[in-house]
């Protein structure tokens, strides 16, 4: 493959270069990850300044993400942005296989000429995002997106690592879920930026007005963060069926931004979390390392005699780390 062919195209723009490159990054073959890598090393020298607002998206099943998404994008395209979603879907636990049917569920932005998605399977990856999200948003930056929504699989509280690779973390609700409050003081409350109540609509747009002052109320009693202005984070109902709201919540979505970037809080999330996934990197190399002769061998070996009892865990798990990575025996790793 010709890198610098690719990373051209890619630059100017081209929709095939750019899934071609996701596809190259999204790989686990050894030769595939050396050339992603000099694809990303040619990107970031040659396209450094282009920028584009990362903006993390999650919401339990059932909630309106890909309706928001269609809607908010379509929102965004028709003021002349260009919008890349990386939807991330989740992977079966039994045959590895994911639907990837974001393209279907968001028919009209899917033929915008200033969109392009590209759905992902989570396969292993906990979090709710793919181990290579951040290589594809890297990707749509340097194809020139201005905008870049990345949808997480929905499934829960857990669902907090996309905050680690995005400007902006969104969290869609639906109004009368249940306990409106039940895990605001923790997990995934406490890193969105903004709380949109959707389908804000019909006869549920009173419980959403509720259910929406009732998060407002509990988001004054945490904890302030240093990376918000005054009354942030907020919450705001929006309807993305009606596409009501979504003008507002861009603005504040904008204001927000703004605010960051003159507080040095812009430049400093991204340089922390590019340490973040450095340290992520190493922490999946170490355990792809594990997964390998002669190491595998040795573990289904000490498996086996901890499975009749001959061996405690800790100490078999110590005899490994003591023959392959000596470095780390008896550490309490």
């Not at 905008?147 to 109004?175: H, K, N, R, Y």
């Amino acid at each position: 493959m010709d890198i610098e062919d690719l990373a051209a195209r890619i630059e100017a723009g081209e929709r095939r270069a750019l899934a071609r490159a996701i596809t190259l990054v999204e790989s686990g073959r050894a030769d595939h990850r050396a050339q992603a890598t000099a694809l990303m090393e040619r990107l970031r020298g040659q396209g450094r300044g282009r920028e584009g607002l990362r903006i993390g998206l999650s919401g339990t099943p059932g909630v309106g993400k890909s309706t928001f998404i269609e809607a908010f994008g379509m929102m965004l395209t028709g003021q002349g942005l260009k919008v890349a979603v990386l939807a991330v879907d989740p992977s079966s636990a039994r045959s590895g296989g994911s639907i990837l049917g974001d393209k279907t569920r968001m028919e009209r932005l899917s033929r915008d000429r200033n969109a392009f998605i590209r759905p992902s399977p989570a396969q292993s990856q906990l979090g709710g995002v793919a181990r290579r999200t951040r290589e594809a948003i890297g990707l749509c930056e340097a194809a020139g997106f201005d905008v870049i929504l990345i949808e997480t699989v929905g499934v829960g509280q857990s669902e907090t690592m996309v905050a680690e690779m995005s400007d902006l973390f969104l969290l869609l609700l639906a109004p009368a879920g249940g306990d409106e409050l039940q895990g605001v003081k923790r997990g995934i409350m406490e890193s969105a930026d903004i709380i949109l109540i959707n389908k804000a609509d019909g006869d549920l747009k009173a419980t959403a007005t509720r259910t929406c002052a009732d998060y407002a109320g509990a988001l004054r009693l945490l904890r302030k963060r240093p990376q918000d202005p005054d009354g942030f984070p907020k919450a705001l109902t929006v309807s993305a069926l009606e596409e009501a709201g979504l003008e507002a919540a861009w603005q504040e979505m904008q204001a927000l931004t703004g605010w960051r970037r003159e507080a040095g809080q812009f430049a400093a999330r991204r340089a922390e979390q590019a340490r973040h996934w450095f340290e992520a990197e190493v922490r999946e190399g170490l355990l792809s390392r594990l997964r390998q002769e002669p190491v595998r061998g040795a573990m289904e070996a000490l498996a086996s005699r901890v499975e009749s009892g001959e061996i405690v865990p800790a100490r078999a798990a110590d005899e490994i780390l003591r023959t392959y990575l000596p470095a780390f025996a008896g550490k309490g790793t």
